[in-house]
T-cell receptor, first 113, second 113 residues
Framework: EAGVTQFPSHSVIEKGQTVTLRCDPI?????LYWYRRVMGKEIKFLLHFVKESKQDESGMPNNRFLAERTGGTYSTLKVQPAELEDSGVYFC???????????FGPGTRLTVL | GNSVTQMEGPVTLSEEAFLTINCTYTATGYPSLFWYVQYPGEGLQLLLK?????DKGSNKGFEATYRKETTSFHLEKGSVQVSDSAVYFCALRSSGSARQLTFGSGTQLTVLP
């Protein structure tokens, strides 16, 4: 069974540009989560999808971040326009049920210059 | 709100040394506690967990005991190996409606042969 995959693994962009991160959860997992780790600090929750619906987006930092999960399969996280403080590693995770084990992807390392 | 404080790294040990990574938490209610590990180039993996006070989680020679009186969940291993080199994250999941994971800042462990 394939695990959670994320694309790209690395992205380097300039301030003001747009970047879209993609997450493919494990097949059949209705719950999908986005997290990020900035500057080697703690991993912070961004948002939680149940199928295509946003269950909890309390961790989204501001309106430059837009997450979608059309069709309830893969998800995208768009940052527009990117700022320097957005640099970090963005993790995606999925689970079959919100109370069950979460499987994490390898992360996308975003660098904003 | 919930928070997790873990021992700052990096930690460098020789093979077969004893490992302790401290973790303390602040949470309302009765959270579940976790240790995640991220090996180089991979996603976070659940290492062990404990869901109630005095529970001991264990896996791959690692142990951690849920201590409610000291609000701690320290990670220990009696004899580390080079293959244990990774970043270790302590985390909690509250018993409230949110049930999102709250992570510590991570501790980089390097084990030298």
């Amino acid at each position: 069974e394939a695990g959670v995959t994320q694309f790209p693994s690395h992205s380097v962009i300039e301030k003001g540009q747009t970047v879209t991160l993609r997450c493919d959860p494990i097949s059949g997992h209705d719950n999908l989560y986005w997290y990020r780790r900035v500057m080697g600090k703690e991993i912070k929750f961004l948002l939680h999808f149940v199928k295509e619906s946003k269950q909890d987006e309390s961790g989204m930092p501001n309106n430059r971040f837009l997450a979608e999960r059309t069709g309830g399969t893969y998800s995208t996280l768009k940052v527009q326009p990117a700022e320097l403080e957005d640099s970090g590693v963005y993790f995606c995770a999925s689970s079959q049920d919100r109370n069950q084990k979460r499987y994490f992807g390898p992360g996308t390392r975003l660098t904003v210059l | 709100g919930n928070s997790v404080t873990q021992m700052e790294g990096p930690v460098t040990l020789s093979e077969e040394a004893f490992l302790t990574i401290n973790c303390t938490y602040t949470a309302t209610g009765y959270p579940s506690l976790f240790w995640y590990v991220q090996y180089p180039g991979e996603g976070l993996q659940l290492l062990l967990k404990a869901t109630k006070a005095d529970d001991k989680g264990s896996n791959k020679g690692f142990e951690a005991t849920y201590r409610k009186e000291t609000t701690s969940f320290h990670l220990e291993k009696g004899s580390v190996q080079v293959s244990d080199s990774a970043v270790y994250f302590c985390a909690l999941r509250s018993s409230g409606s949110a049930r999102q994971l709250t992570f510590g800042s991570g501790t980089q462990l390097t084990v030298l042969p």
